[in-house]
């Protein structure tokens, strides 16, 4: 059967939030763009419909109106010092200017003339362990989430007629003329299928789908590779399309950079080898090694710096640990990444959400409790170990120590707060002088105090997320080839670009930095096409 045959102007690979706002771009621009997506037509937005929806932004009303005085300057600040670039770290050096320049014009200002609005609220993410990341609160969340974000772009993208659609065709690889890109080829239930088009926008995700590629680059930075590593992004991001972009000539930067997380724990009902959920982790628990020693000397304490505590809990013996925290404190603190883990701010419900707040969120823990094989619970510590040491049957958990550990940071917090001398209470009293963090901050009290209710354990290990590296792009989002020129009619954005020249955030994020530059990236692309760059 000969292969079916379309022609067009610009192909977008990928139905991701990149490809979404390429062709959104585009289409407002009034050129004709052909989307096209491995997935079916209900899963358009690609992983964006299952994100929180936290985006970092400077200089906008919801910052003011929190008293935030931010600037592009001191977010570029920040992030400069947060992502150490290397010397052959260029463009995304430059992406990185670029976004703490226009993200407020480019992808706030152009969301909300677009429909999606924000949380009032603003959240302060990744200060670092030393006061050495966000100097600022800067973390928006959309209200209805990632998924909310992604659906009102698509319902703007298919009122317009330049729009045509092919999903369920997988892109097996790139069509070459004489030096330039002309199109590309793949297979869909119908068959083969051939796309001539001007201009290829690939737009197809990143590598941490695929564990497989996640080991071969893995940086033993993190410690050796975890065996117990979970998966918390979606297997069909699997990459496939970088070493085809590299066998068109371009380059593919920096995969071991990646933005994974410390706090997983087995999703209760996989969907996929190694499914895992990422826990927003509690920040009043005690977060110990698998022998029950408090992780230290600095003690971990989730929200701080991710890279580090992926770092500390990577070279633990047996690569996990366990957060150990009560009912009291596990009902305020505990959240789940992503959007159907927060239905409230996914659904759009102020008030629900103000009340579960104030209350906290007796739903969750209980789901976790009951349905998490990771999370554990019991009325006494003794119970308790000997429900961790049958989880881990590893032998490594000392029920003694374990004991002693959590003796002694009790006592300390019952001499009060004017004698605190633990560094994890040092910063529980700083979370709680902001009111975002406030709410989701317990005061500190003994965790084996009476009427806490029952207590609880939840073993922790690495999960898989986001890629870091990617195709290398200038700010026209062109990806460049071996020597730097841009490689005729390709262009890449989102996850796949590494969110920018192949690696915006160097090796750590300021959080938040994934959804936006998905959208600064393909509007960059997009207005290189249509010649209004
Ligand atoms: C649970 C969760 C929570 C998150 N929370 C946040 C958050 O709060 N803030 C934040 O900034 N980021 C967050 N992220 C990360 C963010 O969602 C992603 O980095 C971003 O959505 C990636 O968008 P993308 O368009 O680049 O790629 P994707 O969303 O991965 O889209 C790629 C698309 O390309 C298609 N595709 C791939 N290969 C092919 C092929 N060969 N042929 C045809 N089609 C192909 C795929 O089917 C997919 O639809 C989260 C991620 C997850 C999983």
């Given at each position: 059967?000969?292969?079916?045959?379309?022609?067009?102007?610009?192909?977008?690979?990928?139905?991701?939030?990149?490809?979404?706002s390429?062709?959104?771009?585009?289409l407002?621009?009034g050129?004709?763009?052909?989307?096209?997506?491995?997935?079916?037509?209900?899963?358009?937005g690609?992983?964006?419909?299952?994100?929180?929806?936290?985006?970092?932004?400077?200089?906008?009303?919801?910052?003011?109106?929190?008293?935030?005085?931010?600037?592009?300057?001191?977010?570029?600040?920040?992030?400069?010092?947060v992502?150490?670039?290397?010397?052959?770290?260029?463009?995304?050096?430059?992406?990185?200017?670029?976004?703490?320049?226009?993200?407020?014009?480019?992808?706030?200002?152009?969301l909300?003339?677009?429909?999606?609005?924000?949380?009032?609220?603003?959240?302060?993410?990744?200060?670092?362990?030393?006061?050495?990341?966000?100097?600022?609160?800067?973390?928006h969340?959309?209200w209805?989430?990632?998924?909310?974000?992604?659906?009102?772009?698509?319902?703007?993208?298919?009122?317009?007629?330049?729009?045509?659609?092919?999903?369920?065709?997988?892109?097996?690889?790139?069509?070459?003329?004489?030096?330039?890109?002309?199109?590309?080829?793949?297979?869909?239930?119908?068959?083969?299928?051939?796309?001539?088009?001007?201009?290829?926008?690939v737009?197809?995700?990143?590598?941490?789908?695929?564990?497989?590629?996640?080991?071969?680059?893995?940086?033993?930075?993190?410690g050796?590779?975890?065996?117990?590593i979970?998966?918390?992004?979606d297997?069909r991001?699997?990459?496939?399309?970088?070493?085809?972009?590299q066998?068109?000539?371009?380059?593919?930067?920096?995969?071991?950079?990646?933005?994974?997380?410390?706090?997983?724990?087995?999703?209760?009902?996989?969907?996929?080898?190694?499914?895992?959920?990422?826990?927003?982790?509690?920040?009043?628990?005690?977060?110990?090694d698998?022998?029950?020693?408090?992780?230290?000397?600095?003690?971990?304490?989730?929200?701080?710096?991710t890279?580090?505590?992926?770092?500390?809990?990577g070279?633990?013996?047996g690569?996990?640990?366990?957060?150990?925290?009560?009912?009291?404190?596990a009902?305020?603190?505990?959240?789940i990444?992503?959007?159907?883990?927060?239905?409230?701010?996914?659904?759009?419900?102020l008030?629900?959400?103000?009340?579960?707040?104030?209350t906290?969120?007796?739903?969750?823990?209980?789901?976790?409790?009951?349905?998490?094989?990771?999370?554990?619970?019991a009325?006494?510590?003794?119970?308790?170990?000997?429900?961790?040491?049958?989880?881990?049957?590893?032998?490594?958990?000392?029920?003694?120590?374990?004991?002693?550990?959590l003796?002694?940071y009790?006592?300390?917090?019952?001499?009060?707060?004017?004698?605190?001398?633990?560094?994890?209470?040092?910063?529980?009293?700083?979370?709680?002088?902001?009111?975002?963090d406030?709410?989701?901050?317990?005061?500190?009290?003994?965790?084996?105090?009476?009427?806490?209710?029952?207590?609880?354990?939840?073993?922790?290990?690495?999960i898989?997320?986001?890629s870091?590296?990617?195709?290398?792009?200038?700010?026209?989002?062109?990806?460049?080839?071996?020597?730097?020129?841009?490689?005729?009619?390709?262009?890449?954005?989102?996850?796949?670009?590494?969110?920018?020249?192949g690696?915006?955030?160097?090796?750590?994020s300021?959080?938040?930095?994934?959804?936006?530059?998905?959208?600064?990236?393909?509007?960059?692309?997009?207005?290189?096409?249509?010649?209004?760059?």
């Amino acid at each position: 059967m000969q292969p079916s045959h379309h022609r067009c102007e610009t192909v977008v690979i990928g139905a991701g939030l990149a490809g979404i706002s390429t062709a959104l771009e585009l289409l407002e621009q009034g050129r004709q763009v052909l989307l096209l997506d491995a997935l079916p037509r209900s899963q358009c937005g690609g992983q964006a419909n299952d994100a929180f929806g936290g985006m970092l932004l400077c200089g906008t009303p919801e910052q003011r109106r929190n008293k935030v005085q931010d600037s592009p300057e001191l977010l570029l600040v920040d992030w400069l010092r947060v992502a150490a670039f290397d010397a052959d770290d260029h463009w995304g050096r430059r992406w990185a200017e670029h976004y703490a320049e226009r993200n407020k014009a480019d992808v706030y200002d152009w969301l909300r003339q677009r429909g999606v609005s924000f949380f009032p609220a603003v959240q302060w993410v990744e200060r670092g362990n030393f006061g050495d990341g966000n100097a600022l609160p800067r973390y928006h969340v959309a209200w209805g989430c990632g998924r909310g974000v992604a659906q009102t772009l698509v319902r703007r993208l298919f009122e317009h007629a330049g729009l045509s659609c092919l999903f369920e065709h997988r892109v097996l690889g790139l069509e070459m003329r004489n030096g330039a890109v002309v199109g590309c080829h793949g297979r869909s239930g119908a068959g083969d299928f051939r796309i001539e088009a001007e201009h290829v926008v690939v737009c197809s995700g990143g590598i941490n789908g695929d564990l497989a590629r996640v080991r071969v680059h893995w940086d033993p930075l993190y410690g050796p590779y975890p065996e117990n590593i979970l998966n918390g992004t979606d297997p069909r991001a699997d990459g496939a399309l970088h070493a085809q972009v590299q066998a068109a000539g371009g380059q593919v930067v920096k995969l071991g950079r990646m933005w994974n997380y410390a706090a997983g724990i087995a999703h209760p009902e996989p969907q996929y080898p190694q499914h895992g959920l990422s826990l927003i982790p509690s920040r009043s628990a005690l977060w110990l090694d698998a022998s029950g020693q408090r992780i230290g000397p600095q003690p971990l304490v989730g929200g701080f710096d991710t890279h580090d505590q992926c770092k500390r809990i990577g070279h633990l013996p047996g690569q996990y640990g366990w957060q150990l925290l009560n009912w009291r404190i596990a009902i305020k603190e505990l959240a789940i990444s992503g959007t159907d883990s927060n239905p409230h701010f996914r659904d759009r419900k102020l008030l629900p959400l103000l009340w579960q707040l104030a209350t906290g969120n007796r739903e969750l823990v209980r789901w976790m409790v009951e349905r998490c094989p990771d999370v554990l619970a019991a009325d006494t510590l003794a119970q308790l170990a000997e429900k961790m040491v049958a989880l881990t049957a590893d032998g490594r958990l000392d029920p003694d120590l374990l004991g002693a550990t959590l003796a002694r940071y009790d006592a300390g917090i019952r001499r009060g707060p004017a004698l605190y001398n633990d560094e994890q209470l040092r910063r529980l009293q700083q979370l709680r002088q902001w009111r975002g963090d406030r709410v989701r901050t317990c005061a500190p009290r003994p965790i084996l105090a009476a009427g806490s209710g029952p207590l609880i354990a939840i073993r922790t290990r690495l999960i898989s997320r986001k890629s870091m590296g990617g195709m290398l792009t200038d700010l026209h989002s062109r990806v460049l080839d071996a020597h730097g020129e841009p490689l005729p009619g390709l262009y890449a954005a989102g996850e796949a670009a590494g969110f920018g020249g192949g690696g915006i955030s160097g090796i750590r994020s300021l959080e938040g930095t994934f959804l936006s530059n998905c959208i600064l990236n393909g509007r960059r692309a997009a207005q290189a096409i249509a010649g209004h760059a």
